[in-house]
């Protein structure tokens, strides 16, 4: 069974700065490399939209609305993706998700697509 944990929501000031981390782990056996990771966020009443995306190659891609503000990195030994997030506003408080396309573990390769249990991160002023 494949586990992925979000960490490092919580509250914060409309300017200020939070840290996501996602860890991805196995119940039995170990994971040997992870395709695309991403961070997705949600709101009530609306569908989940894509944040950022770091490839395996470490190509990145960020939605307009938090390019130049938000940075995803990833450790490939550590089996973590991170989402640096700089000056957030109140429009950035959402449900965040992380996903990771396709594992390979020592129990053979995985092809499908895990989700996190999502972390809360809301921003007042």
């Known amino acids: 069974q494949v586990h992925v944990v979000e960490s490092g929501g919580g509250l914060v000031q409309a300017g200020g700065s939070l840290t996501l981390s996602c860890t991805a782990s196995?119940?039995?056996?170990?994971?040997?490399?992870?395709?695309?990771m991403s961070w997705y966020r949600q709101t009530p009443g609306k569908q989940r939209d894509k944040v950022a995306m770091?490839?395996?190659?470490?190509?990145?891609e960020y939605a307009t609305s938090v390019k130049g503000r938000f940075a995803i990195s990833r450790d490939n030994a550590k089996k973590t993706v991170y989402l640096q997030m700089n000056n957030l506003k109140i429009e950035d408080t959402a449900v965040y998700y992380c996903?990771?396309?396709?594992?390979?573990?020592?129990?053979?390769?995985?092809?499908?697509?895990?989700w996190g249990q999502g972390t809360q991160v809301t921003v007042w002023s």
């Open positions: 996903n990771i396309d396709r594992l390979v573990t020592s129990r053979g390769p995985l092809y499908d697509s895990y």
């Open positions: 196995l119940s039995s056996g170990v994971i040997f490399g992870m395709g695309d």
């Open positions: 770091i490839s395996s190659g470490g190509d990145s």
